[in-house]
């Protein structure tokens, strides 16, 4: 796994040993990114389980001012700090080694995020959670831009209910890309 572009490109990242994070292969963190480059440029990006760190050091590379990483996993949090030292990123990032939930309440009060990035475990109902408390947090503006991976399969009807647009959603094999902003229908 590596940076893809940017000031870190060609980097090679550690990734967490074993099953418990599902690093996101370079073909689709670049499709992700190639989608992203008009909105990245000097934004606050929010990786919320962060896993190796790879997306959040992705958007600091190609010009995110400044990334908070969210990582409860010891060995995850180890290579993500490895990573921004290598990277040499540590400067305009962020590191809670928290759950997602928890931290996110420890954000609540310090500012809206314009990209957030989220890859919850696939069977869990994490990603309503935390969408939920974006905006009830005051986390996100009305532009902010929330990408969510998930299982091909899940179903994000709930999201219109929490206050979001679905943009769109980019299919893979077994997995998916959905783009959210806050401000759909209440």
Request: glycine share 6%; net charge neutral; proline share 3%.
């Amino acid at each position: 796994m590596r940076v893809i572009a940017g000031k870190a490109k060609r980097l090679i990242l550690v990734t967490p040993r074993g099953l418990k994070t599902r690093p996101t292969t370079d073909r689709i963190k670049e499709t992700l990114f190639n989608m992203l480059q008009p909105e990245l440029f000097e934004v606050r990006f929010l990786d919320l389980f962060s896993g190796s760190g790879q997306i959040g050091i992705e958007a600091l590379s190609r010009g995110a001012s400044e990334a908070v990483f969210v990582e409860s996993d010891k060995e995850a949090v180890k290579c993500i700090r490895e990573n921004l030292l290598h990277t040499r990123l540590e400067s305009q990032a962020e590191l809670i080694d928290r759950d997602a939930v928890t931290a996110l309440g420890r954000l609540r009060g310090k500012g809206e995020f314009d990209l957030v990035f989220m890859d919850p475990p696939y069977d869990s109902d994490l990603a309503e959670q935390c969408l939920a408390l974006l905006i009830s947090y005051g986390l996100i503006a009305a532009d902010s831009l929330i990408i969510v991976e998930s299982d091909i399969k899940k179903d994000f009807s709930f999201a219109e209910k929490l206050g979001y647009t679905i943009e769109r959603e980019k299919t893979y094999k077994t997995n998916k890309h959905v783009f959210l902003r806050a401000g759909g229908k209440e």
